[in-house]
């Protein structure tokens, strides 16, 4: 089965600007998360999507973050406007089980995209 | 502060060394889990454990679930260049939870 699929795989942009990422998950898949991992830290996440609902965005920055699964897919994730502590590799993951089983069901990370925030 | 420790942070050692990498918290979780994550790739799910006490064995790698579901170890045996990683232990404190990621520990296996 094709991966979870990320683009772009490195962006660069000045502080204030606006980004955006793409994500297609695992074909099947009704949970998407999205992650933040900073230089020598683990995925932190920052918000899950159960198809196209969103079940946990508690540690989304909602101020200047925002993501959105508008056909239960393929999601996106802006930063409006970055910041310089932005700089990280965000990482899309998607999962096949039900919220009552997801501790059971693997998460399939993508390869990320890596953001410079100068 | 973190909910998951790792220790070491760091970790280099020869090819044919055995070596052991600890998750720790002061919680206790449903269910636990260990990633390998590569430069430049996601991270790739190794093992979940469940159950207090619990052993998983995946080849060279030995994986333990604490008795009291508060900490986990991850013991390699003759490491490969090819266990080279960062090794994350991700922990969900309750049935149905997302699941909380530890810093990691950076593996470097040198042949």
């Known amino acids: 089965e094709a991966g979870v699929a990320q683009s772009p795989r490195y962006k660069i942009i000045e502080k204030r600007q606006s980004v955006a990422f793409w994500c297609n998950p695992i074909s099947g898949h009704a949970t998407l998360y999205w992650y933040q991992q900073i230089l020598g830290q683990g995925p932190k996440l920052l918000i899950q999507?159960?198809?196209?609902?969103?079940?946990?965005d508690s540690q989304l920055p909602k101020d200047r973050f925002s993501a959105e699964r508008l056909k239960g897919v393929d999601s996106t994730l802006k930063i409006q406007p970055a910041k310089l502590e932005d700089s990280a590799v965000y990482l899309c993951?998607?999962?096949?089980?039900?919220?009552?089983?997801?501790?059971?069901?693997?998460?399939?990370f993508g390869n990320g995209t890596r953001l410079t925030v100068t | 502060t973190q909910l998951l420790e790792q220790s070491p942070q760091f970790l280099s050692i020869q090819e044919g060394e055995n070596l052991t990498v600890y998750c720790n918290s002061s919680?206790?979780?449903?269910?636990l889990q260990w990633y390998r994550q590569e430069p430049g790739e996601g991270p790739v799910l190794l093992v979940t454990v469940v159950t207090g006490g619990e052993v998983k064995k995946l080849k060279r790698l030995t994986f333990q679930f604490g008795d009291a579901r508060k900490d986990s170890s991850l013991h390699i045996t003759a490491a490969q260049p090819g266990d080279t990683g960062l090794y994350l232990c991700a922990g969900a404190r309750n049935y149905g939870q997302n699941f909380v990621f530890g810093p990691g520990t950076r593996l470097s296996v040198l042949p």
């Open positions: 993951a998607s999962s096949s089980g039900q919220i009552l089983s997801s501790y059971n069901s693997p998460l399939h």
């Open positions: 919680s206790v979780f449903s269910s």
């Open positions: 999507f159960q198809n196209n609902g969103v079940v946990d």
